[in-house]
Each structure stands twice: as C-alpha cells, then as structure tokens.
C-alpha cells in the first residue's frame, strides 16, 4: 500500500513538473512573439468597411469560409520616384477550411478603377496613394475583403534574403542572361558586388540575385516573372520550415525589421500557430487575370483589358470557395 502511494505521489509529481514546462514553453513562445513583433515596422490604416471599400457581403464571405486575405506588396521605392509602385502584388490567404495557403499574383498592368483617381493599371494606386489606396482598389474592382498588408521595398528585400542565408531556386538555362543583366542594375542601385549566375540548376541564391530572378520579365513574359515571384516566396518559407526552432525565432527577429504590416501581435501569432498545428508549408499559386480571358492594348501605357464582373466573381470564386 506504501508502494502504491509512493507511485502515485511519484506520478503526480511527474504530471505537475510536465505542466510546468509546458507553461514555461508557452509563455516563453508568447515572449518571443512580443519581441518579434516589436521589432516590426507597424502601421495602421482606417480599417472601417467604407474606408477599404468592402461591402457587407465580401465581409460575409471572408466568415462563412475561413478567409483571411493579407495583400503581399513589394514596391520600388527609391528607382523611380520617393513614392515608387507596387512592382509585386501577391494576395496571401489564410484558408482555414481547407487547410491551405494560397498565393494569388495580380497583374500590375491590369487597367482597373481606381477609387477617386479613375482608370489605370492596378499598380498605379500604390504611387498615387500608397498602400492604403492599393488595398481599398483590390476590394473594389475583386470583390475582395482585405484589412491588412505586408509591404517590403527592394533594399529590404535583399537583406531578408542574405539574412536567410540565400534561397534555393533552380534556374532554367534561358533565365541566365537577362536576370544577370537585373543583377548588374540591382548592384549600382543598392551598392552591391553580387556575382552573377553562371550555371543553370539548382543554387542557392542571395539577395541581389534573388531580386533579380524575380523581376525578370524578359525570359518569357509578366506571366512567367509572377510566377518567380511566387517560386522565391515558396523558398522562403521553405527556408523557414526546415529549421528548428532556435533559428526559426533568430531569422523570424531579422527578417521582421524589414517589413512594414498592419498585422498586430494576435493575428501573427494565430497564423503562425495554424498553420504550424496544421502543418501548411506549401503555398498554392495561381495568378490573375488569366492570359487568355484577357487582351493587351498600347495606348500611353501598356494596359491589360479584362471584362471586371467576370474577373472578380473568377477572383471570388478562387479565393472563396475554392473554386479552380
């Protein structure tokens, strides 16, 4: 009986030194992602419906399927002009029913209605209002119901790449020339030295080099350099995913000094914890609109000339209910 009573003693002790570490786990994760988010560039904007041009049925469809949208922007601030445009627009969505991350590119050169201004290329909005326009000009013309954004500029970008300490990319042969030439360019405007690619297969890329990869446009089309874009997004969070959690917190803490987000704490802190739990590490990608739903005209600008109300119920359709 003595036994017993020891075992169950012994037992006990073992079940309360177990739910302490797991509190101290818990709240040492919670202090983490306090200093990783106050080490963030944070911004906030008039997030009200009528601000962002959301209707109620948008909002509506973002609850009844799971939806959380987050408007990736990578801008060129600083090579054109102080205010620069959107050079990369991924609409990131958190779809929580399906158990998935998509990452949808949107055409910069898409001739939409941008609120208050008039009809331009979608990439546009960003100069004439910055971020906050470029969300309210997504909703608008696709139906859309995004309250947050995630912006990084091109020197930025470089240093989350050489922070992470290059991203693999497999490089196709006929890629070489023109994104060395990127490379070239990207050198003199950021002060750089990287080495161009010299080979063709799989490498690991630094920062210069990555930038410049994913703003070839020139081997193939707008199309195919979406689609580096999203295959360098995917490397990223490959890079992530594959280590543990010691360095997952020290590239989390670089990397979040060098973006700008509307994100607070909980948001970020829900993400990452869903899609760790559910182990989401795959992005599914998709652009729009698609080449063949659409014609290209040159006026004074190159535009890409679409029929709206099918592409935003198409944009819905994908972002909402799955749809492909």
């Known amino acids: 009986m003595k036994k017993l009573k020891k075992r169950r003693l012994n037992i006990f002790k073992i079940s309360i030194l177990i739910s302490l570490i ?3 786990i818990l709240i040492s994760a919670g202090v ?26 948008n ?3 973002g609850v009844e399927h ?4 987050i408007l990736f922007i990578g801008s060129d601030e600083g090579t054109v002009d102080n205010n620069g445009r959107s050079d ?3 609409l990131i969505t958190i779809d929580k029913d399906n158990k998935k991350i998509k990452a949808t590119s949107f055409m910069r050169d898409t001739l939409v209605d941008i609120p208050e201004v008039g009809e331009h290329n979608l990439n546009h909005a960003y100069a004439y209002g910055g971020p906050e326009l470029l969300v309210k000009t997504f909703n608008h013309n696709f139906g859309l119901d995004i309250r947050d954004y995630v912006k990084v500029d091109f020197k930025n970008f470089i240093k989350i790449i050489d922070k992470l300490g290059g991203v693999e990319v497999d490089i196709h042969r006929n890629e070489i ?5 990127y490379i070239r360019n990207i050198n003199v405007f950021a002060n750089k030295t990287a080495a161009e690619i010299k080979t063709p297969g799989l490498q690991n890329l630094n920062g210069v080099q990555a930038l410049g990869y994913s703003r070839n446009r020139y081997t193939g089309n707008d199309y195919t350099r979406t689609n580096r874009q999203r295959i360098i997004l995917q490397a990223i969070v490959d890079k992530l995913t594959k280590v543990g959690y010691v360095d997952f917190i020290k590239y989390a ?17 829900d993400i990452v914890g869903w899609s760790v739990f559910n182990k989401v590490d795959k992005l599914e990608s998709t652009y729009f609109p698609k080449r ?4 290209h005209i040159v006026t004074d600008d190159y535009h890409i000339i679409v029929n709206k109300e099918e592409l935003k119920k198409e944009v819905q359709d994908y972002i909402y209910r799955d749809n492909k």
């Open 22 to 24: 797991l509190v101290t």
């Open 59 to 61: 909002e509506q469809l």
């Open 177 to 181: 020339k023109v994104t060395n030439d």
């Open 88 to 90: 990369s627009m991924v």
């Open 292 to 295: 063949e739903e659409s014609k």
């Open 32 to 57: 983490y992602i306090h200093k990783l988010y106050m080490n963030t560039a944070k911004v906030t904007i008039k997030d009200d419906n009528e601000s962002l041009s959301i209707t109620g049925g």
């Open 66 to 69: 799971g939806i959380k949208n």
């Open 253 to 269: 803490n670089d990397i979040l000094q060098d973006v700008t987000t509307t994100l607070n704490i909980s948001e970020i802190s």
